[in-house]
């Protein structure tokens, strides 16, 4: 397995959410890991963040947002300035897609298909 991708939809505003920096971690003993990177696109995704080099086994992972940037390039004062969402990878299963729908003052998220 080693495809993860996200789409951001800023609820406020009904529109993708641009040029979000997000980053994904693997947690190995306990100590979360760096493995990927990406930036969210024109139409609010992140098409692949795990780099063709790695391939992704069973564990847990943390798709981490910086929201405080989108928000402030946007002139408004957000709550969260990081979302991070922790998901687990299980033996056998394949492609993650991980949307977030965002507002200054909440997000949620669900796995999308």
Known sequence: MSHISTHILDTTLGQPAVGV??????????DWQAIGAAQTDAD???????????????????????TASYFGSQRVSGLYPVVEITFEIRAGEGRFHIPLLLSPNGFTTYRGS
């Open 21 to 30: 920096p997000v980053r994904l971690e693997h947690r190995q003993q306990g």
């Open 44 to 66: 609010g995704r992140c098409k692949q963040i795990v780099p063709d080099s790695i391939e992704l086994g069973p564990g847990i992972y943390r798709l981490a947002f910086d």
